[in-house]
Nanobody
């Protein structure tokens, strides 16, 4: 059984930074991990992803240049460094893990690409 636990959320002001963590436990093949977010009244949207083999990363246009995804394999933990936060970044951030191999060029932007999900951590950015 795989478990994902997020931490690091909180209330910050516009322009501040936060680092989210996602600790994974349990045994499974991991091909990619990602971050998604869901704001009130909106659908869950892709934020960033990282593949474990090539360590290639992908970002939503809205966070490019501000957010950085990374992973520490030794700690089995993924991070999302969020800089220059904006009020529109306010959402519940969830991490996800994909144990399905879709190919070396696959983009893990879709929710259905992931098999496991964390409960989420709230990020609130005040103006």
């Amino acid at each position: 059984q795989v478990q994902l636990v997020e931490s690091g959320g909180g209330l910050v002001q516009a322009g501040d930074s936060l680092r989210l963590s996602c600790a994974a436990s349990g045994r499974t093949f991991t091909y990619a991990m990602g971050w998604f977010r869901q704001a009130p009244g909106k659908e869950r949207e892709f934020v960033a992803s990282i593949t474990l083999s090539r360590r290639s990363t992908d970002y939503a246009d809205s966070v490019k240049g501000r957010f950085t995804i990374s992973r520490d394999n030794a700690k089995n933990t993924m991070y999302l460094q969020m800089n220059s936060l904006k009020p529109e970044d306010t959402a519940v951030y969830s991490c996800a893990l994909s144990s399905t191999y879709f190919g070396s060029e696959y983009s893990y932007k879709q929710r259905y690409s992931y098999n496991y999900w964390g409960q989420g951590t709230q990020v609130t950015v005040s103006s």
